[in-house]
Structures are given as structure tokens and as C-alpha cells.
């Protein structure tokens, strides 16, 4: 059936008649599926054949049914209490678990069943089965895959098979490739070469990783910070910094693509100092490699997993606690401040990241250049964005 029955009973000397409350709700038949002809309640005489409940004559059941919204509507609130026999809601687990934390659906969605299931909401609030006044916390309304700038149609001709490209590059390329290209919230634009880019970034991180595969799997423990040369620390930073940037960017907002590229970010510089015969501490390396899987987990599932087991972990990453962040570690040692004089660029110092915003303007006003510009000019004002940027104002 296409949707729950219409509770209206037709008679030829009442007309339209309500189905009493008491005989609520109106159970539709088993049935055999629809032969294509006309719908399936029109062949259910039993169903259709029921006396008027005014007057008690003959009469027959309306057998058109109501628009499958009113089904889409609640069905969340259903799901919090499925075995319940007696009433649509156990108002105690709906309770219990509403409102949807977080509701994902397509751009088709976000108008007419975000607002169909916000007056439901408010009605089943009404008659008591809710104590909630809105259904979801969190809307993210998802964007399309496109090519050529428009919606893929078998008509247009700009129809990609995605069974294709899984066999060609595999499941997790193809997902890393679809989750990197946008944002969730925007349409993505279908490029091949974008699959062949997020090919070659895993056949980067399978090199890197694949020289461990025969290392035992639980690795060394990380030396003390102060104990790292400088290649180490810059990797081990860039790992904490990585993870932060990954949660935020996962927790917040579902934005993989910059997740995805904070990932690749932290692989690239991996790769660079291995390329370059840096003498990086093997601990740290390992630390980086691991963190890097359990980041990418989410996204490239199969890919992570057969490298996470063939180097040697006893535990699978799913079984496996998300990485840690630590911001001592994460610190950076020095930054680059620009100094501006009324708002144009004049310099930049290198100083040490827990610079106090005091010592800052000291050291501007100190710098050769800064006092060629001012030319003996006694600054208006002094505007210090922490860790960026001094502008001095004459």
C-alpha cells in the first residue's frame, strides 16, 4: 500500500462518515503486492464491505490512502519505542531519547519534511505523546554529485557509474575522492582526475606505512619532548596539531574535505623528512603513521584496516580509542608576527609562541624598519591580534 488508510466510511444515505474513535486505528489487510491495475484496497472486498457506523446500513471503505508524509513525519519517534502494541508512542522512551541529536537528508528534504515533522512534533506534543516542542537539534542538508555542472540524468548523457570506479580503484578511493571534493553541505562536482588524486595520496601513505609491516604492534614509547631533535619535534607537533584539526573538523560540522586535508598535510610532511634522510626518532614516526590510520579510519575503512592488522596490531581500529590530543606537544615553538603600520605590512618578527602581547609591541616598535617608517611619529594606537599580527597607527 502506498500509505496508511483514510479512517472515512462512505455511505449512500449518510454520505461521508468518520470512523468512530473507538474503532481506530483502521488495520489494512495482508495482501500480495499490486498487479499494476488499479490500487491494491480496490481488490480487498472483505476490507471494503463494513456497515455505516451512523446508521447501520451498508456501506464501503474508502480505500484511497493518505500521502506517504504522514508515515516520514514521525517515524523517529517510532523508532524510540518500536515494541510498543498499545498506543503510537511509549511517551516515557520517547522521552527518553528525543529529539534527534542530528538529522542528515537530502536538499529534496529540507523544506516541506523538515516542516511536516515539525507539525507533527507539535501535535503529538499536544495530545502528550511528546515532551519535546522540536524534533531535531541538528539539520545537515546534503548537496548532490553533479558533472557538467548539472544534476547527473541518464537523458543528459553525464551519468557516472560508480561500480566503475570501484572496480577500477577500489571502494576507499572512491569514498575519500567523494568526501574530499566538498563539503557535505554543497553540490560536488564529479572529476575523474580527482579519483586518480586521492589513488595516488593512498599509495603515498601505503609506502610510508609498509616499511613497519614487519615491527612489532605494540609500538615504542615517545621519548620526552625536550628529549626529540628538531625533525621529531616538528613531526610530533604536527601530528597533535593534525588530530585537533581532524576532531574539530569531524565533531563540528561533518567537514570531511578538510579532515581529509589536514591528514594529507601531516602524511606530505611525514613524507618529506623521510625523503630528505632526516633523522627522525623512530618512535615519533610510528606515532605519526598510527595516528594517521586512526584518522583516516572513518573515511578509508578497508584500506586503514589492512594496514593497521599488517603492521601488526593485535586490536582492530574499530576496537581501538580515537588519538589523544595534547597541546603541550602540539605548541609551536616560534610564529611569525607581521607588524603593519597603519595597515600595511612593514615587517615580520619571529618570536617565541607564548610571546605576551606587551613584549610584542615592544619588539615592533624596536624593529629598524617599523622605526624608518614611523619616522619619529608617536603611534595613535597600537592593535595587537594575538599570535598574527601588530598594527601601529600614526
Same mark, same amino acid.
Request: glycine share 6%; charged share 20%.
Given at each position: 500500500?502506498?500509505?496508511?488508510?483514510?479512517?472515512?466510511?462512505?455511505?449512500?444515505?449518510?454520505?461521508? #462518515?468518520? &470512523?468512530?474513535?473507538?474503532?481506530?486505528?483502521?488495520?489494512?489487510?495482508?495482501? @500480495?503486492?499490486?498487479?499494476?491495475?488499479?490500487?491494491?484496497?480496490?481488490?480487498?472486498?472483505?476490507?471494503?464491505?463494513?456497515?455505516?457506523?451512523?446508521?447501520?446500513?451498508?456501506?464501503?471503505?474508502?480505500? @484511497?490512502? +493518505?500521502?506517504?508524509?504522514?508515515?516520514?513525519?514521525?517515524?523517529?519517534?517510532?523508532?524510540?519505542?518500536?515494541?510498543?502494541?498499545?498506543?503510537?508512542?511509549?511517551?516515557?522512551?520517547?522521552?527518553?531519547?528525543?529529539?534527534?541529536?542530528?538529522?542528515?537528508?537530502?536538499?529534496?528534504?529540507?523544506?516541506?519534511?523538515?516542516?511536516?515533522?515539525?507539525?507533527?512534533?507539535?501535535?503529538?506534543?499536544?495530545?502528550?505523546?511528546?515532551?519535546?516542542?522540536?524534533?531535531?537539534?541538528?539539520?545537515?542538508?546534503?548537496? +548532490?554529485?553533479?558533472?557538467?555542472?548539472?544534476? +547527473?540524468?541518464?537523458? /543528459?548523457?553525464?551519468?557516472?557509474?560508480?561500480?566503475?570506479?570501484?572496480?577500477?580503484?577500489?571502494? @576507499?578511493?572512491?569514498?575519500?575522492?567523494?568526501?574530499?571534493?566538498?563539503?557535505?553541505?554543497?553540490?560536488?562536482?564529479?572529476?575523474?582526475?580527482? #579519483?586518480?588524486?586521492?589513488?595516488?595520496?593512498? !599509495? /603515498?601513505?601505503?609506502?610510508?606505512?609498509?616499511?613497519?609491516?614487519?615491527?612489532?604492534?605494540?609500538?615504542?614509547?615517545?621519548?620526552?619532548?625536550?628529549?626529540? !631533535?628538531?625533525?621529531?619535534?616538528?613531526?610530533?607537533?604536527?601530528?597533535?596539531?593534525?588530530? /585537533?584539526?581532524?576532531?574539530?573538523?569531524?565533531?563540528?560540522?561533518?567537514?570531511? !574535505?578538510?579532515?581529509?586535508?589536514?591528514? +594529507?598535510?601531516?602524511? !606530505?610532511?611525514?613524507?618529506?623528512?623521510?625523503?630528505?634522510?632526516?633523522?627522525?626518532?623512530?618512535?615519533?614516526?610510528?606515532?605519526?603513521?598510527?595516528?594517521?590510520?586512526?584518522?583516516?579510519?572513518?573515511? &578509508?575503512?578497508?584500506?586503514?584496516?589492512?594496514?593497521?592488522?599488517?603492521?601488526?596490531?593485535?586490536?582492530?581500529?574499530?576496537?581501538?580509542?580515537?588519538?589523544?590530543?595534547?597541546? @603541550?606537544?602540539?605548541?609551536?615553538?616560534?610564529?611569525?608576527?607581521?607588524?603593519?603600520?597603519?595597515? /600595511? &605590512?612593514?615587517?615580520?618578527?619571529?618570536?617565541?609562541?607564548?610571546?605576551?602581547?606587551?613584549?610584542?609591541?615592544?619588539?615592533?616598535?624596536?624593529?629598524?624598519?617599523?622605526?624608518?617608517?614611523?619616522?619619529?611619529?608617536?603611534?595613535?594606537?597600537?592593535?595587537?591580534?594575538?599570535?598574527?599580527?601588530?598594527?601601529?597607527?600614526?
Amino acid at each position: 500500500y502506498w500509505g496508511a488508510p483514510i479512517p472515512v466510511i462512505h455511505c449512500p444515505v449518510c454520505g461521508i #462518515v468518520p &470512523v468512530p474513535e473507538e474503532q481506530l486505528p483502521v488495520v489494512l489487510p495482508g495482501t @500480495d503486492g499490486p498487479d499494476g491495475s488499479h490500487a491494491p484496497l480496490h481488490q480487498q472486498a472483505d476490507f471494503i464491505a463494513t456497515p455505516c457506523p451512523s446508521c447501520g446500513g451498508a456501506a464501503r471503505r474508502e480505500t @484511497d490512502t +493518505m500521502d506517504t508524509f504522514v508515515e516520514s513525519s514521525w517515524y523517529f519517534a517510532r523508532y524510540t519505542c518500536p515494541d510498543c502494541a498499545t498506543s503510537p508512542l511509549d511517551a516515557g522512551q520517547a522521552q527518553y531519547w528525543l529529539p534527534v541529536d542530528q538529522y542528515i537528508g537530502g536538499v529534496e528534504h529540507a523544506i516541506l519534511h523538515l516542516l511536516y515533522s515539525r507539525f507533527f512534533t507539535k501535535v503529538l506534543r499536544d495530545l502528550g505523546y511528546l515532551g519535546i516542542d522540536e524534533p531535531f537539534q541538528n539539520l545537515l542538508t546534503q548537496g +548532490m554529485v553533479i558533472k557538467d555542472g548539472a544534476k +547527473m540524468s541518464k537523458s /543528459k548523457g553525464n551519468v557516472v557509474d560508480p561500480s566503475e570506479l570501484i572496480e577500477r580503484y577500489g571502494a @576507499d578511493t572512491v569514498r575519500l575522492f567523494s568526501l574530499f571534493a566538498a563539503p557535505p553541505e554543497r553540490d560536488l562536482e564529479w572529476n575523474a582526475q580527482g #579519483v586518480d588524486g586521492a589513488s595516488r595520496f593512498l !599509495n /603515498k601513505v601505503y609506502r610510508l606505512v609498509y616499511p613497519l609491516v614487519q615491527t612489532s604492534g605494540t609500538p615504542p614509547s615517545l621519548p620526552a619532548l625536550e628529549n626529540l !631533535n628538531e625533525p621529531s619535534r616538528v613531526l610530533l607537533r604536527k601530528s597533535h596539531q593534525t588530530i /585537533k584539526k581532524v576532531t574539530n573538523s569531524i565533531e563540528s560540522n561533518f567537514h570531511f !574535505n578538510t579532515a581529509i586535508s589536514a591528514v +594529507m598535510e601531516l602524511v !606530505n610532511q611525514a613524507s618529506s623528512l623521510v625523503a630528505e634522510g632526516k633523522e627522525v626518532d623512530a618512535a615519533v614516526l610510528r606515532f605519526c603513521l598510527d595516528t594517521s590510520l586512526l584518522l583516516l579510519f572513518p573515511m &578509508v575503512p578497508h584500506f586503514c584496516e589492512e594496514l593497521w592488522e599488517m603492521t601488526g596490531h593485535d586490536r582492530s581500529l574499530d576496537q581501538t580509542a580515537w588519538p589523544t590530543f595534547d597541546a @603541550d606537544a602540539a605548541r609551536e615553538e616560534a610564529i611569525t608576527i607581521i607588524v603593519q603600520v597603519n595597515g /600595511k &605590512v612593514r615587517a615580520r618578527l619571529e618570536v617565541a609562541a607564548d610571546t605576551e602581547d606587551q613584549e610584542l609591541q615592544r619588539l615592533a616598535l624596536a624593529d629598524e624598519r617599523i622605526q624608518k617608517n614611523l619616522a619619529g611619529k608617536e603611534p595613535k594606537k597600537i592593535i595587537v591580534v594575538q599570535r598574527k599580527l601588530v598594527n601601529i597607527v600614526v
